[in-house]
């Protein structure tokens, strides 16, 4: 587990790009203030992010943004799946689609763990696991979030 202390600490790494569509799973213990990022890209031009809003909701975007209208999760881990495709982009969070919607095309490439894009907001997040796959996971996705949730037990 990486381990982010909330105050000053984050990671910036350069990726090779992945176009839509894509998958991204995590695992990671998000936190419990609002307004803080779990990941977004390094730099603000071309954003990609799941993050928790000024509410303390569960959004996510890729060029443009969608809000989960339920509870925000809460300080604990969890699962986080996203399937970044245009207008049928979802997220899930333990085995539940949270939001569905037109979160934009953009790629994945540049990545800050742990803060947003220009490196404000640190959060306090534990990162288990990270993985993004270049293609379009909605028919597996039970069957990968089931082996997270057996290696992890996050629900």
């Known amino acids: 587990v990486v381990r982010f202390d909330g105050s000053n600490d984050y990671m910036t790494l350069s990726l090779t790009s992945v176009s839509q569509p894509y998958t991204i799973s995590v ?27 000024s509410s303390g909701k569960l959004a996510f975007g890729f060029g443009s ?7 925000g999760p809460t300080a604990t881990f969890h699962i986080f799946t996203v399937i970044g495709n245009g207008a049928s982009s979802v997220i899930r969070m333990d085995g539940v689609q ?17 803060a947003y894009c220009n490196q404000s907001n ?11 796959w270049g ?10 979030e089931s082996y997270q949730n057996a290696k992890y037990a996050v629900y």
């Open 98 to 114: 949270k939001a569905t919607g037109n979160a934009g095309s953009n790629a994945f490439s540049t990545l800050t763990l742990a």
């Open 135 to 144: 293609a379009d996971h909605t028919a597996s996705i039970s069957s990968i």
């Open 27 to 53: 695992v990671a213990a998000v936190p419990s203030s609002a307004d803080r990022a779990l990941f977004d890209s390094n730099g603000c031009g071309t954003r990609f992010y799941i993050r928790k809003d």
């Open 65 to 71: 943004e969608v809000v989960d209208s339920g509870t």
């Open 122 to 132: 640190p959060a306090a997040i534990d990162i288990a696991e990270f993985i993004v």
